[in-house]
């Protein structure tokens, strides 16, 4: 039911982990849903430099928080902010119709991510 | 690539002696049962050869107490659908478990729609209903007890024979959905108490689209499919003669061949569950001792269970979840969630049914990729073992 | 002994391509479409292929408007009630002909105890329902027309277009089945306009216990077996894979091979037809140019059909009777009734139905065979041929 | 679903036939139902000496009018009168059991020319 790029990101999946030191990090879903994704980042100069991911659940939400690092790292904030689910589906060849959800997911755990870097940001701005 | 076969409990492989039979009831003997020139006395000679089978194996006095259907959903359906209509002047009131196939439990909730009360017994954390509990939800009004006889998900075997004795002796029908036990265990109708018993062609290594309800002699049930006067008018529609005498041979093969396979079952099923214990968070779902031979379900700590299927698969390895994910439900297993487990867990199970033609080899090269597959989503989880 | 078989309306041969796909499909890609794994996949690609293959035959604008179900008979059922149920409050007046079959008639008389009303519309002597009829029975709680597209015992078919356009007209769902039909001629929803079409394996050289219906894009119907969230949640049970692959073969076999089919039936049958109506006291059942290629129904004055039918059977004939005589009954058809027919005249029925394994030498076989046999009985037979 | 007895019997009917001068005629049943049965005798000294028959129904029909001029040849009225439609099917190793009213035709058609038979000689006896 998965294309071969998501088999792809699900078996080898880019970059798993945490960043201890990361800028902004966002957690969406919860157990009981079944799926829960952390997402880490690191930015310099607005530019996204780094991007790590973990991840409980379905072959689909692994492959999608996996193309989601990928799509990210390089880009600016405010475009990073732009990725859709829809683009998360799509550079992973499409998901299954039931799926589509994980990808927002992933779309979801970036945002928070960006909205907890903005709101350091600003913290520090203001101290 | 090794392929590993561990979804027994989903379906089968047809055995070679039920497909020779069909293909002999395809192509050569094809009549239609209705018929009274030579192809329909065939037809007919085979139609009652396999209700003789399955009486046989359920233990049940006449052939004629065999319904044939097109599956175990169906028999479900029948059961209680039948059995429900056929009784609503008495009362309107069915028991069941929180731990049925959907089969049955959707079709109870189709009769709320019509009027019907229906009251779910829980289990415990093992999967099993108390015949105590049982007894105390009946009613007045109570017209159908239907407790499965083996869980699809965790193999844990029910008391049937105790809930139906209290039944019994109130009037009430009783029945079981033993799709799952028949293949695995023996099976009868005489020691279970039952009224009304569901079996399933394909999980019994036989053709899909074939089941089977024993109706004990007496019992009257409405018929929920109109036509032709077919199965005594119990059931309308031409009899799929290929796949029933591919039914009755599979019953035929399962008196033969289970002594044998149930003890080849635990021998595998003793060394998987053994072999898997060892892994850090790895729980056994579903009761030790009353189980079916055939069934491992473990849940596994801090990781979800379709990712682990896939991690499976991309090794050959076929096996299934608990969890419902793929059905766009997001839902964790009822079974799972009934018998107190946790969201999170119940979303780390993983089924492994085995089957006749599973070996130790198997079993070995299971426990050698399945360790790291857990291993390696641990690394990706955000959780922590407990 | 030369065997013919001529009752290819009560069922037909698994055709060898058919039979082919059957056994992949047990032996080795045996998996439950529900299943996640490779083996799940193998069967989800079956099912997808086979939905295509059966809704090009009928000229269906998408896959998703296929439900498989277990045969006619539950097509035919799922159909009327799945789409009473769901209309149930816009109105309770269903219309179908007095010469449906029984899987139509009798789910119709089931609703009736729900609180539907029936009306059966008549048919000429040739068993043509007369759309005019059909227009003035709609009243303004009809909510369904049901109209077989062909008689499984005359061949006659049935003006279904015609009746269609009334119907939509007026937003009353139609539904036809087309069981008999869909082997014998080309067959097309839109050109017909109807919403529901019900079709089976047996009949078209496909496996027995599978069949489909056609459900039109936005028709709703409520689901008759509860489980499962299979078909859409249309029809619940493990699918059927092999039966399913078969079916979906079967249509496409049926797709390159009807043309030829058709002019092949058509030549054997005018070929039986001039000659049984050289025999005294022999009479042609049904329409002479509204019918299918494949059936021969006559009418044979002063005996009785199963007589008929027993003495060609000796002789490895194999044919059938409109008389229900075997099912103790002791009702004539009912079709030959509803077209006017005497008794004794519908007593004395045989049908003889071809198929695409007939010959020419098969008839002519017949025609030797046959009249001696009208001769024998009428010897014994107290009645004189008016 | 019919025993060799039965298909030899609906094969080869024995006394198949009318007879001109007969005691005794006795015809059941009717198109409508499927069947119907004409039975004739002739009778000496109280002795059956001959039974024909012609039927209209099916191979059970044939066959139990069949088996029953075998039977009654050679009996006494009284004795003939007693063979009942379990007897009949018997002789014909069983019936399908939706079949058995078949028998019972049989016998009522006997009973029926023997009745005949008998009103007959109360009419020439008060002559
Ligand atoms: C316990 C149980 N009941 C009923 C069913 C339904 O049977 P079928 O797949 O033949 O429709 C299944 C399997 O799907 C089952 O495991
Ligand atoms: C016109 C018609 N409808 C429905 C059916 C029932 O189909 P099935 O035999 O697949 O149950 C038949 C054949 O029996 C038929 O001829």
């Known amino acids: ?127 | 690539m090794r392929r590993v076969y561990l979804d027994h409990s989903a379906t089968t492989p047809v055995h070679p002696r039920v497909a020779a039979v069909i293909n002999r009831y395809m192509l050569a003997d094809f009549g239609n049962a209705s018929s009274i020139h030579e192809f329909g006395k065939t037809a007919q000679q085979a139609l009652r050869w396999s209700r003789e089978r399955v009486a046989e194996l359920v233990g049940a006095s006449e052939a004629d107490e065999i319904v044939f259907t097109s599956g175990g959903t169906e028999s479900d359906n029948l059961a209680i659908k039948g059995a429900a209509a056929a009784r609503k002047d008495r009362g309107r009131h069915i028991i069941t478990s929180a731990v049925e196939h959907h089969a049955v439990l959707h079709t109870c909730e189709a009769l709320e729609e019509d009027g019907f009360q229906v009251t779910k017994v829980g289990v415990d954390e093992y999967g099993r209903v108390d015949p105590e509990e049982v007894s105390e939800a009946i009613r007045d009004d109570t017209v159908l007890i239907s407790i499965m006889l083996a869980n699809n998900e965790v193999g844990t075997i029910q008391p049937v024979t105790e809930i139906a004795q209290a039944a019994r002796e109130r009037e009430i029908l009783v029945h079981t959905d033993a799709v799952q036990a028949v293949p695995q265990m023996p099976v009868d109708v005489e020691d279970l108490g039952v009224d009304l018993l569901s079996l399933s062609g394909h999980k019994m290594y036989g053709p899909k689209g074939v089941g089977a309800l024993y109706i004990r002699r007496g019992t009257r049930l409405l018929s929920q499919e109109h036509g032709g006067h077919h199965e005594k008018g119990r059931r309308a529609g031409t009899e799929n003669i290929p796949g029933i005498a591919g039914l009755g041979e599979a019953a035929a093969t399962t008196m033969e061949e289970l002594p044998q396979r149930e003890k080849h079952l635990e021998r595998l099923q003793r060394r998987l569950i053994e072999g898997l214990l060892q892994v850090e968070g790895v729980h056994l779902n579903g009761h030790r001792r009353e189980r079916l031979p055939n069934n491992v379900s473990i849940s596994a700590a801090a990781i979800e269970g379709e990712s682990i299927l896939l991690g499976l698969n991309a090794e050959g390895i076929a096996a299934s979840s608990g969890s419902a994910c793929t059905s766009g439900a997001l839902e964790p297993s009822h079974v799972l969630l009934a018998m107190g487990m946790s969201h999170e867990m119940a979303h780390g199970s993983l089924r492994m049914t085995l089957g006749r033609d599973n070996s130790q080899e198997d079993i070995d090269h299971v426990l050698e990729i399945l360790p790291p597959i857990i291993d390696r989503l641990r690394e990706m989880s955000p959780f922590e073992i407990q």
Chains 1, 4 share one sequence.
């Open chain 1, 1 to 127: 039911m998965y294309t071969d790029k998501v088999m792809d990101h699900f078996m080898n999946p880019r970059n798993v982990g945490e960043i201890d030191d990361a800028d902004g990090v966002g957690q969406v879903g919860n157990p009981v849903c079944g799926d829960v994704m952390a997402m880490y980042i690191k930015v310099k100069d607005d530019i996204i430099t780094d991007a790590k991911f973990k991840t409980f659940g379905c072959g689909a939400a692994i492959a999608t928080s996996s193309i989601t690092t990928e799509m990210v790292v390089g880009k600016r904030v405010d475009e990073a902010l732009k990725i859709s689910n829809r683009e998360v589906a799509e550079a992973l060849d499409g998901l299954p119709s039931e799926k589509m959800h994980c990808s927002n997911l992933a779309a979801d755990a970036l945002k928070e991510a960006i909205d907890d870097y903005r709101s350091r940001d600003a913290d520090e701005e203001s101290e």
